[in-house]
């Protein structure tokens, strides 16, 4: 069985809907899903640019219906990025609304990893995944990423009431089961990542956003309603 392949992948049934259910969701926060993917990508540009990394391919894992995809192409000037999903009604959805040069869209099932990627990321994927299924995604990432890539892997930070009650509101979060920070950093590590660093991000909602720069002093505090674990493939892989 492919990676995290299932009968009938959950998302199938949300290829027309997805924007709405999310937003729908998020809009407590008094945003929509794209200013928390821009704000995601751009702490990931700043993570990178610490690192002294500059990607010029990169991976979107469980692009869902492909929205992030040309977005994380542009945040880097990627010369070519890619869209990978399991449900292929999602997938066929992606490539009707947002493929372009430069950004594609595949199942997983079509693209098999092969080390062809400076970067992959991953948002609010793995919860969806089954516990028992969660290796064999990483280990496809890990296929997916040269030596030396990194994985931008984000998800939902059970230990904030905000995540959890967002989550509550989504048709499609409702038999998700959640990630501690740690339990990433473990799944990680045991698919021969190494850890780079943990970050939390997203306290305040948009009535607070002029609070918003504070969050940037506390990302290592367990507050935000996401978390970031940025992995890197051994260079000798």
């Known amino acids: 069985m492919s990676p995290v392949m299932s009968p009938t992948p959950l998302f199938d049934a949300y290829a027309t809907s997805y924007d709405d259910a999310l ?35 990169g991976l979107d894992y469980g692009c869902g219906n492909g929205s992030s995809t040309p977005l994380l192409a542009q945040t880097f000037n990627l010369e070519n990025a890619v869209g990978v999903d399991v449900a ?16 594609r869209f595949s199942t997983v099932a ?3 990893g092969q080390e062809e990627f400076d970067i992959a990321y991953c948002n609010g994927v793995f919860h969806h995944i089954p516990k028992s299924d969660r290796p064999d995604a990483i280990a496809y990432v890990h296929r997916c990423l040269r030596p030396g890539a990194f994985f931008s892997l984000w998800e939902n930070n059970p230990w904030s009431p905000a995540a959890r009650y967002v989550m509550s509101r989504c048709e499609f979060d409702k038999d998700a089961v959640m990630l501690t920070p740690g339990e990433s950093r473990m799944l990680l590590a045991k698919s021969s990542f190494e850890i780079v660093r943990t970050d939390f991000l997203f306290v305040f909602p948009e009535f607070l956003r002029v609070l918003r720069p504070l969050e940037r002093m506390a990302v290592k505090a367990p507050i935000g309603a ?3 674990v940025l992995a890197r493939k051994s260079p000798a892989a």
């Open 88 to 103: 292929s009604k999602i997938i066929d959805s992606a490539r009707a609304r947002y493929a372009m040069r430069g950004v």
């Open 23 to 57: 937003n729908h969701a998020l809009a407590v926060t008094g945003s929509d899903k794209d200013h928390f993917c821009k704000e995601r990508l751009a702490w990931l540009a700043c993570c990178l640019r610490q690192a002294g990394v500059r990607p010029r391919t």
């Open 110 to 112: 079509e693209h098999p």
């Open 226 to 228: 996401q978390y970031q």
